[in-house]
């Protein structure tokens, strides 16, 4: 990586630095989230939505029951397929607060509000931060996002785990604190979500990598395989915390009940998830082309076009797409979303020429991106979709609200990482932000629709 890669705060100018104000970014973040929700939480807002079914059925019902069990709750066996953390929290702050429905909810926003002021900062510190706000828009409005924070959903708390885990992998520097807030913050996350155990994966690699400054390695592999180790250490803790639920729950991965709901896996997971990749690149396209545009600075080189790792990539999402079945089928987990629209399309053999045709370009869109990062990122970004992707095929339904959310500030965090290691290329940058707005009022318009 160039220099200006690493110090990328001392690679543009002042006036531009002072437009960043990460700070500022975060809390209008957080605000507009607010904006929406706070209606939705105390004027019981769609209390016949999806989320609000998922509310009432499984995650409410848990939180009221640790309510009544407390201090001693019965984590044996409850009504949600996610390990207990969120609603341990919940339930903890409620029962010295207060018990209603409302008030419950907006302690769980909490968790929202944390994931969107952290995602918001990250970003902010890298561009203007009214650019920074409207990059990270999609995930304030997106219905998967924003709906868990209105309702009582433990989705965003993982997500708030996930976006963390890759901060901390994403630092230039490897060191202790890499290995400490590492472990501790994938143990919590796992203590929330436990199918987001797949984040280890980003932390290992990234710690074999090491810091983004040159070394001077004498042992090259023994080296990175010691720092490898030391991480492989820290995230032991959270295997064991899942090995120990597995054994508390008679051999599961999640509460006895849930077992009929949630077992087996689903191929078709990693087409959706190309299928979403591909959907939004086409809205973060400016920023996907600001390395391949020719630095304003007529001293440097032209940028690398990588249409061989393009052409792979393709390659890969075709394969991706056309291999499992991808008709629309309910009872294979194959449903909403995405899924809905490939219900009204024709289908062959049961595969979906709109799932192919999507997760085609949506391995080509990755290729792209990774190509944009600088080298460190782009092998802890590519360890991570792979990671991810394992981690949601072992599910029983390829969902997109399984997906979505981490797209999206994968998106983001990618974004504000470009502008920043290239401040020279202003040319498209300046209407870069137009695809991310615009992909922010279409999922508003969504989010408004589903919660009628």
């Not at 949600?80 to 919940?90: M, Q």
């Not at 990671?387 to 994968?410: C, G, K, V």
């Not at 974004?415 to 992909?439: C, E, F, H, K, Q």
Request: proline share 6%; hydrophobic share 55%.
């Amino acid at each position: 990586m160039s220099p200006s890669s690493t110090t990328f705060d001392a690679s543009i100018s002042l006036a531009d630095a002072g437009k960043r104000r990460p700070l500022l970014a975060a809390i209008v973040l957080v605000a507009l989230f607010y904006a929406g929700a706070l209606p939705v939480i105390f004027l019981n807002v769609a209390p016949s939505s999806r989320a609000a079914w998922d509310q009432n059925i499984f995650h409410l019902p848990v939180i009221r029951q640790f309510i009544a069990q407390w201090p001693h709750p019965d984590l044996r066996d409850y009504i949600s397929a996610t390990t207990p953390g969120y609603h341990l929290f919940i339930a903890a702050v409620a029962r010295w607060t207060s018990q209603s429905e409302s008030a419950i909810r907006l302690i769980g926003s909490l968790f929202t509000a944390g994931l969107l002021f952290t995602l918001g900062f990250a970003v902010g510190k890298r561009m203007r931060w009214w650019e920074a706000l409207i990059v990270c828009l999609p995930m304030v409005c997106s219905i998967y996002v924003f709906s868990s924070g209105a309702f009582l959903l433990p989705d965003n708390a993982g997500w708030w785990g996930v976006l963390a885990v890759m901060l901390i992998a994403l630092r230039p520097k490897v060191d202790a604190w890499t290995y400490v807030l590492g472990g501790a913050v994938l143990l919590a996350t796992v203590f929330v979500r436990q199918i987001h155990l797949w984040a280890a994966a980003p932390l290992i690699i990234a710690a074999f990598i090491g810091s983004e400054e040159k070394t001077t390695e004498l042992h090259w592999f023994t080296d990175r395989a010691e720092r490898a180790c030391w991480m492989l250490l820290a995230v032991v803790p959270s295997v064991a915390l899942l090995l120990w639920f597995g054994r508390l729950w008679h051999g599961h991965l999640v509460p006895p009940n849930q077992v009929t709901l949630t077992s087996g896996g689903n191929p078709a997971a990693p087409a959706m998830i190309l299928s979403l990749c591909a959907i939004a690149a086409v809205f973060f396209i400016g920023y996907l082309f600001i390395p391949w545009q020719r630095s304003t600075d007529q001293t440097s080189a032209a940028p690398r076009r990588p249409v061989s790792a393009l052409a792979v990539g393709a390659l890969f999402g075709f394969l991706v797409g056309i291999l499992p079945h991808t008709s629309y089928d309910s009872t294979a987990g194959r449903f909403s979303g995405i899924w809905n629209a490939v219900s009204h399309l024709p289908t062959f053999v049961n595969r979906s020429p709109l799932i192919i045709a999507l997760a085609t370009a949506g391995g080509l869109a990755v290729a792209a991106w990774l190509a944009a990062l600088p080298p460190r990122q782009r092998w802890i970004w590519a360890t991570a979709a792979i990671a991810f992707a394992a981690a949601q095929s072992s599910a029983a339904n390829a969902w997109q609200r399984y997906d979505e959310p981490f797209i999206l500030m994968a998106a983001a965090l990618s974004a504000g990482t470009i502008v920043a290691d290239n401040p020279s290329a202003t040319r498209v940058a300046r209407l870069a932000w137009l695809g991310p707005l615009l992909l922010a009022m279409m999922g508003a318009y969504v989010t408004v629709r589903g919660m009628r």
